[in-house]
């Protein structure tokens, strides 16, 4: 069986979906698996399922076939959407956000999000954009490759790895993700080549977060999802590592705590009041039985909050 495509923590996430809900935005919706589930335990639930990249649109189209009356598909960064779905005063009772990309995207080597197979140096969500992982490799100056490696890959050795990325151009452009993956690894010491994860693996995520403007996005998404929920709704969050889930838990606090007055106040001045309740105190992890099965869950943490 293929257990690459299972929905992460599918049943946290429908744990905390309310049968009474009318509305509801998978801002990833991705293959649809998610989408899938709660169309299924809701009978009178409408979605909007939005996605950046037009292949998991029309795969979530073929898989909510069946529910084409209650489902609206969205081509669009979730940013643009949430924009244009407020202009439109639209309110939900429940937004989902499953972050990263997909196993899909990552095992198809054609899109080159992957350092264990060759392939382009793509990275792109949505083909529609001109930046690839190859625009900014052969083309980022050296202090700029090592921000961006340090930033958004938080890897210790940036400095390295764009000095020999910069190095290797002078040769020769790169065109495949073996190029780079290799390219790296020649320049990190060899106690890391053979460390817990491949030397590639940082560098990897930071091109992508950087061709995506994935923080950006998540950004946007935190700023706008709170005004679009009907006061009860809820929104859950997917992240995969720090960089993602960190904001969302300290855009959370603020929703819970934004007092802004400074401590020893004998009373709040600022007027500031809450904005949500947090639905689970602890972050949520996938279960040893889930993580076993599907690799892509062990990083995984689902938080929750519900609007006041
Ligand atoms: C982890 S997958 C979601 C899987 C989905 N929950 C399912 O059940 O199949 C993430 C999806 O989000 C999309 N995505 C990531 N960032 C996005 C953004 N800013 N705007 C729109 N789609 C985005 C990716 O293209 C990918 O298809």
Same mark, same amino acid.
């Given at each position: ?33 998610? #989408? =899938?589930?709660?169309?299924? &335990?809701? +009978?009178?639930?409408?979605?909007? %399922?939005?996605?950046?990249? @037009? ?125 780079? #993956? =290799?390219?790296?690894?020649? &320049?990190? +010491?060899?106690?890391?080549?053979? %460390?817990?994860?491949?030397? @590639? ?108």
């Amino acid at each position: 069986m293929d257990f690459t495509h299972q929905p992460v923590m599918l049943n946290e996430v429908l744990g905390f979906v309310p049968h009474t809900i009318k509305t509801a935005i998978d801002c990833t919706v991705g293959g649809g698996s998610h #989408a =899938e589930a709660m169309l299924k &335990a809701i +009978p009178k639930l409408s979605l909007y %399922g939005i996605d950046r990249d @037009a292949e998991a649109i029309s795969q979530s189209k073929k898989k909510l076939a069946e529910f084409t009356d209650r489902v609206n598909l969205i081509h669009d960064s979730f940013s643009n959407a949430i924009d244009k779905l407020q202009e439109l005063e639209v309110k939900v009772d429940f937004i989902l956000a499953d972050l990263g990309v997909s196993s899909k995207q990552l095992d198809d080597h054609h899109r080159g999000f992957s350092f264990r197979s060759d392939g382009p140096l793509d990275m792109r969500m949505n083909q529609d954009e001109m930046t690839t992982a190859g625009t900014i490799v052969n083309q980022s100056d050296e202090k700029e490759l090592a921000s961006i490696i340090r930033k958004f890959g938080e890897e210790r050795y940036a400095k390295r790895i764009a000095r020999n990325i910069v190095a290797f151009r002078q040769k020769q452009e790169f065109t495949t993700t073996l190029q780079l #993956a =290799e390219c790296v690894e020649q &320049a990190v +010491p060899l106690k890391y080549r053979h %460390g817990r994860i491949h030397p @590639a693996t940082r560098t990897f995520q930071a091109l992508r977060i950087e061709v995506n403007h994935e923080i950006e996005e998540l950004e946007a998404l935190l700023e706008g999802s709170i005004r679009l929920l009907n006061s009860g709704g809820r929104i859950a969050i997917i992240t995969f590592h720090s960089l993602e889930d960190r904001p969302v838990k300290q855009i959370f606090r603020k929703w819970v705590q934004p007092c802004q007055c400074p401590t020893g106040l004998p009373q709040c001045v600022c007027g500031l009041e809450p904005l949500a309740r947090l639905l689970n105190k602890k972050v949520i992890t996938a279960k040893t039985e889930e993580k076993e099965l599907n690799p892509r869950s062990r990083s995984a943490k689902l938080r929750v909050a519900e609007k006041l």
